[in-house]
Nanobody
Framework: QVQLVETGGGLVQAGGSLRLSCAAS????????MGWYRQAPGKQRELVAV???????NYADSVKGRFTISRDNAKNTVSLQMNSLKPEDTAVYYC?????????WGQGTQVTVSS
């Protein structure tokens, strides 16, 4: 069983920055998809940024230019640097990974952006 553990959420003012990290319990080379989703209250879970096929990155239009996903293969972690945060970025952020045919989710970390 794979475990994904997120850290780094919190409360920040609009315009501020946060960095989220996701540590996997096994080598991230095993995952063909890995990255971040988020879910705001009353809304569906949505893609934020993910690696696909190991190296290709997909970002949600709403975060392009503000968020950057990165990976540390030696530490089996994927991180999300979030800059210029907006109140609409407030959500629970989930780490997500796929090692076909299995998909895994972290427990989520709350990000709250105050105006």
């Amino acid at each position: 069983q794979v475990q994904l553990v997120e850290t780094g959420g919190g409360l920040v003012q609009a315009g501020g920055s946060l960095r989220l990290s996701c540590a996997a319990s096994r080598t991230i080379f095993d995952f063909n998809v890995m990255g971040w989703y988020r879910q705001a209250p009353g809304k569906q879970r949505e893609l934020v940024a993910v690696y696909t096929s190991g190296i290709r990155v997909n970002y949600a239009d709403s975060v392009k230019g503000r968020f950057t996903i990165s990976r540390d293969n030696a530490k089996n972690t994927v991180s999300l640097q979030m800059n210029s945060l907006k109140p609409e970025d407030t959500a629970v952020y989930y780490c997500y990974a796929v090692a076909t045919p299995d998909a895994y989710w972290g427990q989520g970390t709350q990000v709250t952006v105050s105006s």
